[in-house]
Antibody
């Protein structure tokens, strides 16, 4: 089955760290750019970061630059998001996704709550 | 405050035609392809339109996209109750070196 499955979300205190994972299956993961997109409760979609197919190029939204790191392991078909120095405003559902032309695939999302 | 501006809401009755606009600038819509996503309540977004006006297979031809200058729009004709959802435009921004989403438009089918 063609799918993306996120994991690693949870409750973390402000200033803490969390690592999200996104397991890909059913498609040629190593050939696609991958993205993280988040959605705060009741709010719109916000792009977080992207990484190219071999991991050599990354981009970040200004709001997470210097705090979050995107990476991938093509041998394990897995995308990661290392989140450090977390803030209350990082609270959101985090989706991993790929959209290249007509090929579009999103995970179900994993909830990250930053609160004391 | 989103870089791309969408109306927060839109509505129509079954069978009507509705248009959702997305306004940007020369660094995003003016120079890159626009994508449109549909998000039904409690679900992940789904691609409706890519490269401004191309529909992925499975998307009904009731949906159409267009772009002119620094604005884009999504049109839905023959409105149906199952079209009730949030709609987002998205595009790469050359100045920000990142993807930007519109704030989203909540479509209500009356």
């Amino acid at each position: 089955e063609v799918q993306l499955v996120e994991s690693g979300g949870g409750l973390v205190q402000p200033g803490g760290s969390l690592r999200l994972s996104c397991a890909a299956s059913g498609f040629a993961f190593s050939r696609y750019w991958m993205h993280w997109v988040r959605q705060a409760p009741g709010k719109g979609l916000v792009w977080v970061s992207r990484i190219n197919s071999d991991g050599s190029t990354t981009n970040y939204a200004d709001s997470v630059k210097g705090r979050f790191t995107i990476s991938r392991d093509n041998a394990k078909n897995t995308l990661y998001l290392q989140m450090n120095s977390l803030r209350a405003e990082d609270t959101a559902v985090y989706y991993c996704a790929t959209t290249e032309g007509a090929f579009d695939l999103w995970g179900q999302g994993t909830m990250v709550t930053v609160s004391s | 405050q989103s870089v791309l501006t969408q109306p927060p809401s839109a509505s129509g009755t079954p069978g009507q035609r509705v248009t959702i606009s997305c306004s940007g600038s020369s660094s995003n819509i003016g120079s890159n392809y626009v994508y449109w996503y549909q998000q039904l309540p409690g679900t992940a977004p789904k691609l409706l339109m890519y490269n401004n006006n191309q529909r992925p297979s499975g998307v009904p031809d009731r949906f159409s996209g267009s772009k002119s200058g620094t604005s884009a729009s999504l049109a839905i004709s023959g409105l149906r109750s199952e079209d009730e959802a949030d709609y987002y435009c998205a595009v790469w921004d050359d100045s920000l070196s990142g993807v930007v989403f519109g704030g989203g438009t909540k479509l209500t089918v009356l």
